[in-house]
C-alpha cells in the first residue's frame, strides 16, 4: 500500500534518449514528476507481475504518455496474460494516440532488445506468474586502425563500421565490423527482482551487475513464516544473494507497509553485504569503466 512519502513500486531507466519501466504502481506519475521527468520518452514499460501494487498506475500513464502528444508505438513486456490485463485497465483509458505492442513471456528466461537496451526475463517463485529483469547495455570493442590499414579498408568505412554497419563496397567486396574491432569491453547491467523467495537464478543474473535492486520485504527474523507463506524475501536472504553474486552495489526495494524504518536493520544486514536501504526518488547514473 501507499504510504506519506513512499509510492508504489517503479523503476526508471534511461539511456540514449530512450526511456524504460520497469512496473507501475500507483503513485508512478508524481515521483516521475518531483524528478521533472516527462512521461513522452517512455518507448517500454515492463512488468514483473499483475499484482495491483505493479501495475495500478498504468492506465492514469499511458493517459499523460497521450496527452504529452507521443504517437509512437510503446512496447509492453510481461508475463503470459499480459493483454488481458492491459486491455481490462484500459477500460478507462481506451482512446490513445499510440500502438501498444504487446510481448508476452513464456519461457523460463527469456531475451529481448529494446534499442539500447539488452533484457533478460527470468522466472522467479512468487504466489503468481513473476519475472525478475537484467537490463544490459553493451559496449563495442575498440577500434583498431592498424587493423584497418593492414586489410586496406578505405578510410570511408571506418566510421560506420566502427558503429556496426557491414558495408558493401562498388567493388563487391564486402566488410564486417569484426574485421577492425577488438573484443567487446563490459557493458553496463542492472539487475532488478521482487516479490519472490530465494531461487538460483537472481544470483546467476545479478553476478557482477553494476546495481542490483531487490526487495527488502521483511527485516524482523520472526517474520520468517510469513515471506515463505507469502513467496516474499526476507533482508537477510536478499543480502546473502548479494553476498554470493558480488554485484558492484546493491539496493533494497519493495518493504513491507510495516517496515516504516527499513535501514534501522542495517548493521545486521552489513554483516552479510553492504546494502543499501533505497527510499524514493533515489537515482544512480552508470558509466562505463574507463579504459586505456
Not at 143 to 154: C, L
Amino acid at each position: 500500500m501507499p504510504l506519506p512519502n513512499r509510492w508504489l513500486t517503479s523503476l526508471m531507466l534511461r539511456c540514449s534518449g530512450s526511456n524504460m519501466l520497469i512496473d507501475c504502481g500507483e503513485g508512478t506519475q508524481i515521483a516521475m514528476k518531483e524528478k521533472s521527468w516527462s512521461p513522452k520518452p517512455i518507448d517500454l514499460i515492463c512488468f514483473t507481475h499483475f499484482h495491483a501494487d505493479h501495475i495500478s498506475g498504468l492506465p492514469g500513464m499511458l493517459l499523460s504518455i497521450g496527452n504529452a502528444e507521443r504517437t509512437e508505438p510503446i512496447h509492453l513486456v510481461g508475463p503470459k496474460g499480459l493483454k488481458r490485463v492491459v486491455d481490462g485497465l484500459r477500460i478507462v483509458a481506451p482512446e490513445l494516440p499510440f500502438e501498444i505492442i504487446y510481448h508476452e513471456l513464456e519461457e523460463s528466461v527469456q531475451q529481448l532488445e529494446f534499442g539500447p537496451f539488452v533484457i533478460d526475463a527470468f522466472k522467479v517463485n512468487h504466489k503468481v506468474i513473476c519475472y525478475g529483469y537484467k537490463i544490459s547495455i553493451r559496449r563495442l570493442g575498440k577500434f583498431d586502425a592498424a587493423k584497418a590499414k593492414e586489410q586496406n579498408i578505405p578510410l570511408k568505412y571506418w566510421n560506420k563500421l566502427q558503429h556496426g554497419e557491414t558495408i558493401t563496397a562498388e567493388d563487391g567486396i564486402i566488410y564486417t565490423p569484426d574485421m577492425v574491432m577488438g573484443a567487446a569491453r563490459r557493458g553496463l547491467s542492472v539487475t532488478y527482482c521482487t516479490d519472490t523467495r530465494p531461487t538460483p537464478v537472481i544470483t546467476e543474473m545479478a553476478t557482477d551487475a553494476d546495481l542490483f535492486i531487490c526487495e527488502g520485504m521483511y527485516g524482523e527474523r520472526d517474520k520468517l513464516e510469513n515471506a515463505k507463506k507469502n513467496k516474499h524475501m526476507m533482508m537477510y536472504e536478499a543480502a546473502a544473494i548479494g553476498a554470493e553474486a558480488k554485484p558492484r552495489e546493491m539496493w533494497f526495494t519493495h518493504y513491507s507497509p510495516s517496515e516504516m524504518r527499513p535501514d534501522i536493520y542495517k548493521d545486521d544486514i552489513w554483516k552479510i553485504f553492504p546494502v543499501k536501504f533505497a527510499r524514493d526518488g533515489w537515482t544512480k547514473d552508470l558509466t562505463f569503466d574507463d579504459e586505456e
